[in-house]
Structures are given as C-alpha cells and as structure tokens.
C-alpha cells in the first residue's frame, strides 16, 4: 500500500508566495518521477512541472522563473515552491508520483488528494 498525502495550499494574494508538498509512504522500493497537475475549475488536470529520479527538472514555459520543483528522497518527498503567484494559477494541485513497490514488480502511478490553491487579485 502506498500513500501521498499533500499540503501546503491555500488562500494567498496576487504576488504572494506559497510551497505544496506531496510526501510519499508505504511499501516502496523506488521512486522514478514526481510531477504536479494543477487543475483549474472547469478544465482538465495539466502537467506542469515535473522531476526525474536524477534530478532532472522540466516546466511549461508559462511557469519557469516563478514556480521551483524540488524534491526529498530521503523522505520520499515532493515539493513545489510557488513565488509570484497569479490569479490564473487557482487550482487544485495533484501530485503523480511513480513509484515501484515491494509487492508490485512494475511502477505504478499514484495520485495525491489534491490541495487547493487561491489567489485572489
């Protein structure tokens, strides 16, 4: 059994600044890459950013210079630093991790609850 449980959302002025994580349990032997999917009202969940098991990082073009993905191995965790936040940015964020676990042979994918984010003008 896996699970991702996130945090980090919330309500934040246009401009402000706020970091999701997305931490990782359970039975897992390896994790490859983690990603974020925000998912605004009314559309369909988007990939933005994500981060391979090297390290390696990769954003859309609309968020490079504001939005930072990092992540822990130590702790099997996600983060995304968000800085100069828009109201367009509102959604709520998914974090996709794949992981490969002690009973399962292959990776699997796996989704976070989802925490939402707010920014008003």
């Known amino acids: 059994q896996v699970q991702l449980v996130e945090s980090g959302g919330g309500l934040v002025q246009t401009g402000g600044s706020l970091r999701l994580s997305c931490a990782a349990s359970?039975?897992?032997?390896?994790?490859?890459?983690m990603a974020w999917y925000p998912q605004a009202p009314g559309k369909q969940r988007e990939l933005v950013a994500f981060?391979?098991?090297?390290?390696?990082?990769h954003y859309v073009d609309s968020l490079k210079g504001r939005f930072t993905i990092s992540r822990d191995n130590a702790k099997n965790t996600l983060y995304l630093q968000m800085n100069s936040l828009k109201p367009e940015d509102t959604a709520v964020y998914y974090c996709?991790?794949?992981?490969?676990?002690?009973?399962?042979?292959?990776?699997?994918?796996?989704w976070g609850q989802g925490t939402q984010v707010t920014v008003s003008s």
């Open positions: 996709n991790v794949q992981i490969r676990t002690v009973s399962f042979p292959y990776t699997a994918d796996y």
């Open positions: 359970g039975s897992i032997l390896s994790i490859n890459t």
């Open positions: 981060i391979t098991s090297g390290g390696s990082t």
